[in-house]
């Protein structure tokens, strides 16, 4: 499934809004043509997700210096949930989101809050 971020979405906006806003439909159909586009490259629009972004697990776990095993540990994690993860079997999903984002920002403040958890 194509990724496409809050953030690439942001990156995407057009340098002429005005002009985006009075192409038409027809226009559009041109421009694929013209180009040879077709449509989502055979893809369903229900296979689009648009999500928004977090810290990529394996990059950050590197740079903490930990295995997959410390890192589900030290986070309060599931190692297979990891795994999913850096593998892209799975996305992180809600709160999950938000602990990888706190990690990034102050990985011991979330150590010490599993540890007074437990």
């Given at each position: 499934m194509p990724r496409f971020s809050l953030t690439?979405?942001?990156?995407?906006?057009?340098?002429d809004p005005a002009r985006m806003a009075a192409t038409t439909e027809e226009d559009i159909r041109r421009h694929k043509a013209k180009d040879g586009v077709d449509d989502l490259g055979g893809l369903d629009s229900g296979e689009f997700n648009v999500r928004g972004a977090y810290p990529d697990?394996?990059?950050?776990?590197?740079?903490?210096?930990?295995?997959?095993?410390?890192?589900?540990?030290?986070?309060?994690?599931?190692?297979?949930?990891?795994r999913d993860w850096e593998q892209h079997r799975a996305e992180p999903e809600g709160p999950a989101r938000v602990l990888?984002?706190?990690?990034?920002?102050?990985?011991?403040a979330v150590r010490r809050a599993v540890l007074n958890a437990a």
């Open positions: 690439d979405l942001e990156a995407a906006r057009p340098e697990v394996r990059e950050l776990r590197r740079r903490l210096a930990l295995t997959q095993e410390e890192f589900a540990r030290d986070f309060g994690l599931s190692v297979w949930t990891v990888l984002k706190v990690i990034e920002q102050d990985p011991d």
